[in-house]
Nanobody, 125 residues
Framework: QVRLAEYGGGLVQTGGSLTLVCEPS????????MGWFRQAPGKEREYVAA????????GYTDSVKGRFTVSRDNAANTVSLQMNSLRPEDTAVYYCALRTTGYYYYTAPSDYEYWGQGTQVTVSS
């Protein structure tokens, strides 16, 4: 059974940094694409960042470009989202997602087969 464990959420002040980590289990190998999404209260789940299976291709939504960095360590079987210069509007529950097919990165929630439980990120003003 595939499971995604997420770590690293919390409360931070405006301008601060957090690193989220997602650790898949129940898979063989590392040929899967990963994505990060977030959902704020009363809003739909939105794409934040994504990375291809080999880490060579990454994508970001416009509002986080230059502030967030997605990376992966296939030897350690982890995917990370480094979040810098955080803003109150980044406050949301953050989810990692996994797709077992394809060679690129993917930006729609419907592209992904498995989801983590979510971790709360709160940025205070």
């Amino acid at each position: 059974q595939v499971r995604l464990a997420e770590y690293g959420g919390g409360l931070v002040q405006t301008g601060g940094s957090l690193t989220l980590v997602c650790e898949p289990s129940g898979l063989t190998g590392s040929m899967y694409a990963m994505g990060w999404f977030r959902q704020a209260p009363g809003k739909e789940r939105e794409y934040v960042a994504a990375i291809s299976w080999n880490g060579r291709n990454t994508g970001y939504t416009d509002s986080v470009k230059g502030r967030f960095t997605v990376s992966r360590d296939n030897a350690a079987n982890t995917v990370s989202l480094q979040m810098n210069s955080l803003r109150p509007e980044d406050t949301a529950v953050y989810y990692c997602a996994l797709r077992t097919t394809g060679y690129y990165y993917y930006t729609a929630p419907s592209d992904y087969e498995y989801w983590g439980q979510g971790t709360q990120v709160t940025v205070s003003s």
